[in-house]
């Protein structure tokens, strides 16, 4: 094992409308270990469209400044400190929330580590905290769905929309999948979707006839604007919207003839929020049935392209532009 003498981190000290001019990779001396740290060697963390927000300055949640780029990952323990007798030198582990995980190395406190297998995939484990359950979460938290039933959802063919098609058909529901381009058609067609539609103002009219005319009572929208509208159009009565999403950067529009007419009911999840109301073994079984789900390949996300820390410019800005079926990973170099 290399002598660790610094680490790379990817920080910003700003906040600004072009996300990848606010951060860059600076080095540091490797701290001393405490009583109870582990030193972790970062093997993947992704870029999530939240991070790129938290850039910009426009998500919910913002950290002070200055901070550390990255909120998921997956490492493996390198070093102990004194006093550590668990997780072991060469465990792979499930890095802390909002740890700053486009690093090279972090450090942090070995009991609050969540071991992995060693022998799954470290770059898909690495998209488990955030995406998987943001999809499990909400095909379970808002409808009781049985086997059979159909689910809509638009930008089918992102992180969350692909998760969202593969638990789907896990549980035995079927997916009306909505994308904004045809390009993006055959991706989701591959990964299982059963109906893939291009968003448009006829939607409710072409999703009828490919469904023959099911009755959808759980909608999922990314987008907000009008496709909230369209999205709603799809749902039978007494359904239920929700919303976890803004790609489109304006408000969530629906017409009263849904709400009124149709009893349609809209929500919204926030992820963060549920970790807030959730029990600590509710938290513990659903990770551990994604985990399972990852580690067989049952569950597994497509990746675009992956970047160094010292890359992490380039990196953020592939992950802000548009047009990508995966995503970004930051993988760190190994060995120091």
Request: include cysteine; proline fraction near 6%.
């Amino acid at each position: 094992m290399p002598n660790i003498t610094t680490i790379r981190r990817a920080q910003y000290e700003t906040r600004g409308p072009v996300p990848q001019d606010v951060i860059s990779a600076i080095s540091l001396p490797k701290p001393t270990l405490s009583e109870g740290q582990a030193l972790i060697e970062v093997l993947a963390a992704p870029i999530n469209p939240s991070d790129v927000l938290t850039l910009t300055g426009e998500y919910g949640i913002l950290p002070p400044l200055p901070a550390i780029g990255g909120n998921e990952g997956v490492g493996r323990v390198v070093e102990c400190g004194p006093g550590v007798t668990a997780p072991a030198v060469g465990q792979t582990v499930l890095l802390p929330v909002s740890c700053g995980t486009w690093s090279s190395h972090i450090i942090a406190t070995a009991a609050t580590l969540i071991p992995l297998p060693n022998q799954a995939d470290a770059q898909q484990l690495s998209m488990l905290t955030v995406n998987p359950p943001t999809a499990a979460l909400m095909l379970s938290e808002f409808v009781d769905l049985k086997p059979g039933d159909w689910v809509a959802q638009n930008v089918a063919n992102s992180a969350v929309g692909s998760y969202l098609i593969q638990i789907a058909k896990i549980r035995g529901f079927k997916t009306l999948n909505i994308v904004r381009r045809e390009s993006a058609v055959a991706g989701v067609k591959a990964i299982g979707g059963d109906v893939v539609l291009v968003d448009g103002d006829d939607i409710y009219k072409r999703a009828k006839e490919a469904t023959g005319g099911a009755a959808i009572r759980l909608g999922i929208d990314a987008v907000g604007g009008a496709a909230t509208d369209r999205l709603a159009s799809c749902l039978t009565e007494g359904g239920t919207l929700v919303n976890y999403g803004m790609m489109s950067g304006e408000p969530c529009q629906l017409s009263p003839r849904y709400f009124v007419f149709k009893d349609v009911t809209v929500k919204g999840f926030w992820l963060a929020k549920w970790f807030r109301t959730s029990t600590r073994e509710q938290q513990t079984a659903l990770y551990g049935e994604l985990t399972k789900w990852i580690a067989t390949g049952k569950l597994h996300a497509s990746i675009h392209a992956t970047y160094d820390v010292s890359d992490i410019k380039a990196a953020v800005a592939a992950a802000h532009s548009g047009g990508r079926d995966g995503k970004i990973l930051i993988v760190p170099k190994q060995g120091g």
